[in-house]
């Protein structure tokens, strides 16, 4: 089957093929076809991520947990020019060499290495998500949420205002209220002026949709840890942007 000339899922071929071996017992010969799987000059990038997923589901089901690592660990090559290579959907480039810019497959990727790895491989995959510019808003918090989980708190709060370097608003508000939340639960009143300045950052770059609950946050905030006299300005200023 020609992948640029079919018009549905050529991957899906050989995936089925794959799992008739396996259904049959027989891994060896179904990990050969998923390798040739893997060479196939697919149309597009969705395809070929499906396709190592899919390889690596196996290795799971089947308890062979090092080996599901090392598919993923093959698949998600960083390249050492990731410029070069151009952004996912550039058909002029081979498949292959776009596999990089997956954000399914590197999820699926941290995600094992999260139940399956170590503190520092999983923080790796993150940070090469994050390096690749391929995170969403929900792979920030749950970058940030593993970091705290771990006890990082200070890199939990980078992650965060790594991810909100990359996103504006709409995107960046769920990011900005989680950060802030947690930022105020660690803190409490002891940093106030990070705080402020954290919270000044974001009423500056809100859209009017969301800068209802971001001022009720920092009202709040004012009224538990600093002046009331401030939180009446914060509201003053909520009045005038909402």
């Known amino acids: 089957v020609d992948p640029n000339k079919a018009t549905g899922r050529p991957h ?13 017992g027989d891994l060896k010969n179904a990990r050969v076809i998923f390798e040739k799987a893997t060479r196939v000059a ?24 090092e080996l599901a690592r090392k598919v993923l660990r093959t698949a998600c090559v960083r390249p050492d020019r990731i410029q070069s290579f151009g952004p996912k959907e ?3 480039v081979k498949v292959q060499k776009r596999l990089h810019k997956s954000t399914k497959l590197w999820s699926f990727y941290a995600d094992v290495e999260e139940n399956l790895g170590t503190f520092e491989t999983t923080r790796n995959v993150y940070e090469s998500m994050v390096d690749l510019k391929i995170v969403t ?6 970058y940030a949420a593993f970091l705290e989980e771990h006890k990082y708190f200070e890199q939990a709060f980078r992650a965060y205002e790594k991810g909100l370097d990359l996103f504006n608003f709409p995107h960046a508000f769920p990011i900005w209220v989680s ?6 639960g660690r803190y409490k009143g002891k940093k106030k002026e990070r705080t402020r300045d954290l919270f000044e950052q ?19 905030y004012e009224e538990d840890f600093g002046l009331a006299r401030r939180a009446m300005n914060v509201l003053a200023q909520a009045c005038k942007a909402v």
């Not at 899906?12 to 049959?24: D, G, I």
């Not at 950060?179 to 105020?184: A, D, N, S, V």
């Not at 770059?205 to 709040?220: E, F, G, S």
């Open 179 to 184: 950060y802030l939340k947690r930022f105020i």
């Open 12 to 24: 899906t071929l050989w995936v089925s093929f794959a799992r008739f071996y396996e259904k049959h």
């Open 137 to 142: 808003p929900q792979i920030v918090l749950n």
């Open 42 to 65: 697919y149309k597009g990038v969705d395809d070929l991520s499906s396709v190592w997923c899919a390889y690596a589901e196996m290795e799971l089901r089947h308890g062979n947990y």
């Open 90 to 92: 550039d058909t002029s």
């Open 202 to 220: 974001a009423v500056s770059k809100i859209t009017k949709k969301n800068a209802r609950q971001m001022y009720l946050l920092y009202a709040k």
